[in-house]
Nanobody
Framework: QVQLVESGGGLVQAGGSLRLSCAAS????????MGWFRQAPGQERKFVAA????????SYADSLKGRFTISGDNAKNTVYLQMNSLKPEDTAVYFC????????????????????WGQGTQVTVSS
């Protein structure tokens, strides 16, 4: 069983930046993808970004391109989400997830593709 632990959330003013981290426990998956999703109160969980663990492919929600950057550190089994120029509408709980059955090159943006999930970390952007 893979465990994912997010960190780095918090309260930030509009225009500020945060970097979220997601540490994955040791596993034997050889070809997988990691993703970030977010869920605001009263809304469904939405795709933010994804990255393949081998090959370095990335995918972003169209509305977030240019502000958010996903990256990974294989040695640390950690994926990051750098969020810049934050807006109040970015306020949400951010979840990382792992897609074990990833088949290149398509990075899935549907939450149903991801088999493992973290507990989430709260990001609040004040105006």
């Amino acid at each position: 069983q893979v465990q994912l632990v997010e960190s780095g959330g918090g309260l930030v003013q509009a225009g500020g930046s945060l970097r979220l981290s997601c540490a994955a426990s040791r596993h034997t998956f050889s070809n997988y993808a990691m993703g970030w999703f977010r869920q605001a109160p009263g809304q469904e969980r939405k795709f933010v970004a994804a990255i393949s663990w081998s090959g370095g492919r990335t995918s972003y929600a169209d509305s977030l391109k240019g502000r958010f950057t996903i990256s990974g550190d294989n040695a640390k089994n950690t994926v990051y989400l750098q969020m810049n120029s934050l807006k109040p509408e970015d306020t949400a709980v951010y979840f990382c997830a792992l897609h074990q059955q990833y088949k290149p090159p398509y990075l899935c943006s549907r939450s149903g593709c991801y088999e493992y999930w973290g507990q989430g970390t709260q990001v609040t952007v004040s105006s």
